[in-house]
Structure formats: C-alpha cells, structure tokens
C-alpha cells in the first residue's frame, strides 16, 4: 500500500511514460526482457513509468504473475492474457488482439492525463491502438519497432503481396507511422524500409540497436560454470544457437553443418529455445540421427548468463528476405559473454556488416554449411584466435551497445514528447563506459 500511495503521490507532479507490449517477465521473450531493463533502468533515472501488459502467454516456467506490481517509479499491470495456440500464428493472433482490446480498454481510462506512451510491435498490430487513440483524442505517441509487419507475412508466404488484408494493413500502417510523435527501429535497413514506405518520417525515426547488460553476462570460466556441467559440455567445442526457433531464421544451414560435423565428437550443437521451426528441426535431427546436436528449453532468466557463457561460438541468422524484417537481439548477449559469432544471413545484411566491421566473428550466406563446418573446426583447434575473436565481441558490446548508453539514447528522443511542465529532471548515466 505505501508503494502505491507513493506512486499516486508522484503522479500528481510528474509526466508518465506509458509503455505497452503484450510480453514481459516472467516470459522468456527477448524483447520483454529488455523492456524490463529499460524500464528499469529509465525509472532509475527519475522517469515515472507504467508497463501494461499480459499474463505469461508465449514462452514462460511460470504461468501465473502478480496482476499490479508498485516499485519505485515503476508500476507493472498485467491482464489476463488467452494461451490459444501460442506457439501457432493464428493462436498468437488472436491472443494478440485480445490483448490489444485489454490494453485500450486501460488506456482509456488514463488519457486525460497526457501521458506518453510507447507503443510495441507485441503484437505487430498494437500500435494501430496509437493511431487510434491519437485521432479520437490527441494522444501522443511513441512506436518501437521490433518487427516489420505485415512484410514478415508476405516474406513467410503466409500471405500474398496483393491479398485485401496486406494491403489494408499497409494502408493503415502508413497512417499510424505519419502520426507517430517518434518511431525508434533497431537498425540502418529497417530504417531503410520504413522510409520508403513513409519518407516524411525521417525527423521523427531513430535507430536505436539492441543491448545486454556486461555486468549480469561476462566471459565465465568453465570450471566456474553450472551449465556446461550439469548438460556435459566441459569437454567440447560448443556452437550455441540460443533463442526464438522462428520462421524468419535459418536453422537449416546450421543442422547442415552438423550433418558434416556428425563423426567428429569434440564439436556439439546445442540449440536452445523453441519456436515454428521446433518440431520440425528435431523430426530433422532425428531422421539424421545426429548424435552431436543438443536440444534444450528456454532457460530461466538467472540461467541465461551461465548457458550463454557456454558457448565456444555462437549463432545468429536470418533466412532469405529477412534483413530488415526482424533485426535479431539474441547477438547482443552473445557480445556481452564475449564469444565469437557465425552470422548465417542475406549478403549484405545489418549482421553481416556488425560482425565482420568489427572483427568479433564471420559471416556465412545461407546455405553455405560446408563453409562454416571448415570455420567451426579451425576455431576449435585455434583456441588463440577463438578468444581474440570474443574479446572483440566484448569491446564492441561495451563500445556500442553499453545499457546505459541506449537507456541515455531512449530518454534523449523521449524527453522532446512528455509535458514540459511536469517534465522530470532525468538523471545521467554514470556507469557508461567512456
């Protein structure tokens, strides 16, 4: 009670930054973990924030969390959230749109107050509620773009280019983005996209990558960590893919390579996660019968740092067409734990220029499994090279991709769009790295 008296004290002198997406912890998905560390970090700062979002729904040990949760200048409300099919596109959708009739419903009972809010692409269609509420009653808005859809649709065939839902949904996605107060992408070609789309958007788009935070994920020696352990990897070369098995990534180059790797026991694969592609990359490890591929399932938020560290090389991909699309932040944990990266992509993509620009890994197309099993086995009997390769992962992720300098980046763009007079006096960081 005292923690929501406070809160309510506050409210009276203090803009609110609202932010909504349907995923948070307790559930696994990367991008709920780092909303929770942003706005963390942001409340830290002196900005009073507000997290609507939904019961664990998609990936989650836990499937129940507190319904309103109060700390200090953050305040988690939570509604119940269906699990209809989560794993299935149509289930997920309709979850989503459950969801996004939840959050208004709140929303609407707030809007006089004129907060900022912050609107997520969990689910893709959320932001359309910004778009929305803005022409009704004129409340700004903010809209982070983790995925482009509905291009992700048309790029996974699930629907045609001309199909009357994408274009209607193009349609009202250009209407949504022209009165957008600020649209934040997490890379140059989703920049690149949204502006062909939208060109007069340009003032209000910034790029603002993904992070990890060093001081939770570091190098780990082997000796000091549980998870090798406790899953028999201490004597192996381990090539890790951790994360969402979706359909925008290529998993198929990287069983390939494990195919051509299969009667050499000192290399393992281990792929953790789950996802669409799940089921069917392990009927293919199966029919294979390869005996050098692990799988195992999402791990615990406290784990992350161990299963991480585990890793000798890591895995990122993006199938065909994807760049742009998705930008995956599964790669940043990896540059926090200073491993090397294989980055399986399109030629030309965000990835392939992060990991070669800056020495921390190689790229490989799509395909090309013959190419990264000849890297994989170098790297195992190149251990020098091996580590010079994650010590520059780990400067680029101190370097580019430091916590506090996004947080700083975040509330730099945020702080234009909140009432001037209830405007907070935000703290700077002081743990950024010079």
Not at 267 to 274: A, M, Q
Request: hydrophobic share 45%; charged share 20%; net charge positive.
């Amino acid at each position: 009670m005292a923690s929501r008296r406070r809160w309510r004290d506050q409210r009276r002198t203090h803009a609110r930054l609202t932010v909504v997406s349907q995923f948070f912890p307790p559930d696994f998905a990367a991008t709920g973990q780092l909303l929770d560390d942003l706005t963390s970090r942001m409340a830290a700062r002196g900005l009073q924030v507000q997290v609507l979002t939904g019961m664990p729904a998609y990936a989650y040990s836990d499937e129940r969390a507190e319904a309103l949760e109060f700390e200090p200048n953050r305040c988690i409300r939570r509604s119940r959230a269906s699990r209809f099919w989560p794993r299935r596109i149509r289930g997920r959708a309709v979850n989503g749109l459950l969801f996004v009739l939840r959050a208004g419903q709140r929303l609407l009972r707030s809007l006089q107050r004129g907060d900022l809010i912050l609107y997520t692409t969990e689910p893709p269609y959320l932001p359309l509620l910004g778009w929305l509420l803005k022409t009704l009653f004129r409340t700004p808005y903010v809209v982070l773009l983790y995925d482009l859809y509905p291009d992700v649709l048309v790029e996974l065939k699930i629907l045609r280019e001309r199909h009357p839902l994408i274009r209607l949904w193009r349609r009202l996605n250009r209407a949504m983005l022209a009165q957008a107060d600020e649209v934040i992408v997490l890379s140059e070609p989703m920049a690149e996209r949204v502006l062909a789309q939208v060109p007069d958007l340009a003032p209000r788009l910034s790029i603002i990558p993904s992070w990890a935070d060093p001081d939770a994920i570091r190098p780990l020696p082997r000796s000091d960590n549980w998870f090798v352990e406790r899953h028999g990897l201490a004597d192996s070369f381990n090539v890790i893919y951790s994360g969402n098995q979706g359909r925008c990534h290529d998993l198929v180059t990287l069983v390939g390579t494990a195919l051509l790797l299969r009667h050499d026991p000192s290399i393992r694969f281990v792929l953790i996660g789950h996802g669409p592609q799940h089921s069917m990359l392990s009927r293919l490890v199966r029919d294979l019968a390869l005996p050098n591929v692990l799988f195992l399932p999402y791990q615990e938020r406290e784990a992350l740092p161990y299963s991480l560290a585990a890793a000798d090389l890591a895995v990122v991909s993006l199938s065909r067409g994807a760049d742009g699309l998705v930008a995956p932040c599964k790669v940043y944990g990896h540059l926090a734990a200073g491993t090397p990266v294989a980055a399986i992509t399109p030629a030309g993509s965000h990835l392939q220029q992060l990991v070669e620009g800056q020495g921390c890994g190689r790229w490989f197309a799509n395909g090309d499994s013959h190419g990264l099993a000849a890297w994989i086995a170098d790297l195992r009997d190149q251990p020098a090279q091996a580590r010079s390769l994650g010590q520059a992962a780990r400067r680029l992720l101190l370097d580019q991709a430091h916590p506090e300098r996004i947080c700083d980046a975040y509330l730099q763009r945020l702080a234009h769009h909140l009432p001037e007079a209830r405007r907070p006096a935000l703290r700077s960081a002081t743990t950024a790295p010079a």
